[in-house]
């Protein structure tokens, strides 16, 4: 019924920029905290940004100033604007979303960023 689906990743050279998205589908839940997170391979998965359902957001130190969350709270969709592009936010880049209401959470499939050098 819940389906996350990201779209938006690529291959570009650092420096440069990219924007995911995350679109919520299949139901009319308010998906309170939408989360995105990555995962390199060989490494833990990590946190890098979230947003509430009234727009409080909240960042890792390692993308602070660089990445940009923001969400559409009509559509359910989540972005994920990444500028200023380094070699290390290499990963699959997941989106998570929390359902207060059934106290239950999704997760998208992920989509692939490289930053080459």
């Known amino acids: 019924q819940v389906q996350l689906v990201e779209s938006g990743g690529g291959l570009v050279q650092a420096g440069g920029s990219l924007r995911l998205s995350c679109a919520a589908s299949?139901?009319?839940?308010?998906?309170?905290?939408m989360r995105w997170y990555r995962q390199a391979p060989g490494k833990q998965r990590e946190f890098v940004a979230g947003?509430?359902?009234?727009?409080?957001?909240t960042y890792a130190d390692s993308v602070k100033g660089r990445f940009t969350i923001s969400r559409d709270n009509a559509k359910n969709t989540v972005y994920l604007q990444m500028s200023s592009l380094k070699p290390e936010d290499t990963g699959v880049y997941s989106c998570n979303a929390w359902v207060r209401s059934i106290r239950n959470d999704y997760w998208g499939q992920g989509t692939q960023v490289t930053v080459s050098s």
């Open positions: 947003v509430t359902n009234d727009a409080i957001t």
């Open positions: 299949g139901s009319i839940f308010i998906f309170n905290v």
